[in-house]
């Protein structure tokens, strides 16, 4: 049974810090060796979007225009696990953040799996 797991989320005031991680478990390293993971949030009044996505091979990655120069995707292939270092944050950034993975060799389209989510607040 495939899992992702969120932690590290938390309360910060405006311009601060958090790291958050994504540990996976179960999953096959040709599965986690070809595929895209992205932190995704829903903001109120607006549609889910990716925050940002890193792919396996050659580590490429996204950013929405958002959080461009504030946030930093990582991912570590060898412990399956992802993480999302967000700096200078601001009270907009407040939701819930999801984990996902797309089992493909590409990040376009949709998304297998998700965690079940970790709370930002910035106030």
């Known amino acids: 049974q495939v899992q992702l797991v969120e932690s590290g989320g938390g309360s910060v005031q405006p311009g601060g810090s958090l790291r958050m991680s994504c540990v996976s478990s179960g999953y096959k390293y040709d599965s986690w060796s070809g595929s895209c993971m992205a932190w995704f949030r829903q903001l109120p009044g607006k549609e889910r979007e990716a925050v940002a996505s890193i792919f396996s091979a050659g580590g490429s990655t996204y950013y929405a225009d958002s959080v461009q120069g504030r946030f930093t995707i990582a991912r570590d292939n060898t412990r399956l696990t992802l993480s999302l270092q967000m700096g200078s944050l601001k009270p907009e950034d407040t939701t819930t953040y999801y984990c996902?993975?797309?089992?493909?060799?590409?990040?376009?389209?949709?998304?297998?799996?998700w965690g079940q989510g970790t709370q930002v607040t910035v106030s």
């Open positions: 996902s993975i797309r089992r493909a060799w590409s990040c376009a389209g949709e998304f297998h799996d």
